[in-house]
T-cell receptor
């Protein structure tokens, strides 16, 4: 959805490098969710952010929510080939539990 | 194992032949939803359900029907499929509407 823009659209990094993916909303965020998808498969829930300034971590992945900018960033530290896939952000932008998703960021990690 | 199960995984059908994609979850989740995923368009919500007998339209409901007679099941019905409904479909559930989803493995539908 154009209401939820992800950048970059694709990313190729060398193993061990850090990287950041951004998700920006054109509307107020009532909840921001990060997922990972292997090509053609279902999405795996990573984490949920609901309050401005909130930051969560799962293994080497950290996500932050900047409520003022209506933006979330996903940061991967010391990337590994297992991090490869499509990262999608999802959000409730109406407060009515109707979720939209960004078009995703394709990440490739070179060994 | 906690999961969302969709069937079938792959389906090729002809225009106009009614079909149902089943979705079942074993986590006693209140909230369920259907999405379709298309290249360049991302995931778009078709229908969602806040609880049994409560369903509502998402962004792209035309050509689809759903029902929620039991908490665990949320089938997607295509009464008269058309080629523009060729897509990858996902069912998802969550404990409550503002929690993260558990997704099914997807159903790849081709309508010829």
């Amino acid at each position: 959805s154009q209401e939820l823009e992800q950048s970059p659209q694709s990313l190729i990094v060398q193993e061990g490098k850090n990287l950041t993916i951004n998700c920006t909303s054109s509307k107020t965020l009532y909840g921001l969710y990060w997922y990972k998808q292997k090509y053609g498969e279902g999405l795996i829930f990573l984490m949920m952010l609901q309050k401005g300034g909130e930051e969560k971590s799962h293994e080497k992945i950290t996500a932050k929510l900047d409520e003022k900018k209506q933006q979330s960033s996903l940061h991967i530290t010391a990337s590994q080939p297992s991090h490869a896939g499509i990262y999608l952000c999802g959000a409730d932008i109406t407060g009515t539990y109707k979720y939209i998703f960004g078009t995703g960021t394709r990440l490739k990690v070179l060994a | 194992e906690a999961q969302v199960t969709q069937n079938p995984r792959y389906l090729i059908t002809v225009t106009g032949k009614k079909l149902t994609v089943t979705c079942s979850q074993n986590m006693n989740h209140e909230y369920m939803s259907w999405y379709r995923q298309d290249p360049g368009l991302g995931l778009r919500q078709i229908y969602y359900s806040m609880n049994v007998e409560v369903t509502d339209k998402g962004d792209v409901p035309e050509g689809y029907k759903v029902s929620r007679k039991e908490k665990r099941n949320f089938p997607l019905i295509l009464e008269s499929p058309s080629p523009n409904q060729t897509s990858l479909y996902f069912c998802a559930s969550s404990e409550f509407a503002n929690y993260g989803y558990t997704f099914g493995s997807g159903t790849r539908l081709t309508v010829v």
